[in-house]
């Protein structure tokens, strides 16, 4: 049997710089992506629900591209700094300053989602359809008009359908609201990154340091 030839791949005609820039592109880009998929809700990991999994499918899918890549830029920038010496007291401060900010957009976050998200339950409550809502309810509002409440109107009236429950709000206010929700998202995760980022320095410059003391001598 002839010996086939092997396949080469394109990048070996690059030279060692783009090679290592497209090796980075792909971890960064993809790999990376790919690992955080638990995490944003596109793969399921047995016992643990996404926070992500908790918005409307509609809004997380759009949502779940943005986030993995903006998720990537902590993990670029300790890349970047993991080779650097970094003063203790800084990262102690930044670390702090991350934890704190991590708080207070767990708290934002979770006002929005309570504002603007609604969750209507079906089949006797086996589960559930979420919607992102706006304002103030539209003047010729079929909810407004049977005097139903939002969860009763959607089940009733507008057959859980995303499009018509959106209809009930201005087109501006959904879009403001969508915005809303996506960006404090990406916000918090984004922080989260960070704070596991400055971790990973942390740790880092830990093992620089003991690397570099000297060995007793017998």
């Given at each position: ?32 992506a ?8 596109k ?9 992500l ?52 957009l ?21 589960g ?42 201005p ?32 740790e ?15």
């Amino acid at each position: 049997m002839a010996n086939e030839t092997p396949v080469k791949s394109p990048a070996a005609d690059l030279p060692p710089a783009a090679q290592q820039y497209l090796r980075y592109m792909l971890a960064f880009g993809v790999s990376l992506a790919v690992g955080l998929a638990p995490l944003l809700g596109k793969l399921n990991a047995p016992g643990f629900s996404a926070l992500l999994s908790l918005y409307p499918v509609n809004l997380a899918d759009t949502i779940i591209p943005f986030a993995a890549l903006f998720m990537a830029l902590p993990a670029i920038a300790v890349q970047f700094y993991a080779g650097d010496r970094i003063n203790r007291n800084k990262l102690q401060r930044w670390f702090a300053l991350t934890l704190g900010l991590v708080g207070v957009l767990l708290f934002v976050v979770l006002a929005l989602y309570l504002f603007f998200v609604v969750q209507v339950p079906f089949e006797g409550g086996k589960g559930r359809a979420t919607y992102a809502i706006g304002f103030n309810q539209s003047a010729d509002s079929i909810c407004l008009e049977r005097k139903k409440s939002l969860p009763t109107c959607i089940a009733e009236e507008l057959t859980f359908n995303p499009a018509r429950v959106e209809a009930v709000y201005p087109e501006n206010e959904i879009r403001l609201v969508k915005l809303l929700l996506s960006s404090g998202y990406l916000a918090l995760m984004g922080s989260f990154g960070l704070l596991i980022g400055l971790l990973v320095l942390r740790e880092t410059g830990r093992r620089k340091a003991g690397a570099q003391k000297p060995q007793p001598t017998e």
